[in-house]
């Protein structure tokens, strides 16, 4: 939530009567040691997708990801020109993602944080 909160990614709105809500459910990790201690905890909100009607409230499903076949060419280019390759990891890349369509997501996910992380 502190990612969401600081980028922006949504707006609270009143609840439109004619429009379908999409609700959303926390699923948490633990991350542990090789003795099996809890090291992190981590927490990701999902949407329940299920909810959302075809044709209604979205048109199309896209995920903007690479193929592989272009990842090989992308360093075969690079093997031929003698280019550095350098490697990043982005943590909050879909919160960025451009919507045509308006998405209502309930909001009730927001008061049991405290509850889900000791």
């Known amino acids: 939530m502190e990612s969401f909160g600081k980028h922006s990614v949504y707006t609270l709105v009143p609840r439109p009567a004619n429009r379908n ?5 926390a699923v948490l990790a633990e991350k542990k040691n090789t003795e099996g201690k809890v090291i992190r905890r981590k927490v990701r ?3 329940q997708g ?4 075809p044709g209604v409230d979205f048109d199309e499903t896209y995920a903007p990801v ?3 076949a272009t990842l090989r060419l992308l360093f075969a280019k690079a093997a031929e020109h003698d280019w550095d390759i350098h490697q990043m990891d982005v943590e909050t890349a879909f919160l960025y993602g451009d919507l045509k369509e308006e998405v209502q997501r309930e909001n009730g996910i927001t008061s049991s944080i405290p509850l889900l992380l000791p």
């Open 50 to 53: 299920f909810s959302q009607r």
């Open 45 to 47: 909100f999902v949407a």
């Open 21 to 25: 809500t999409v609700g959303c459910r």
């Open 66 to 68: 690479v193929k592989f």
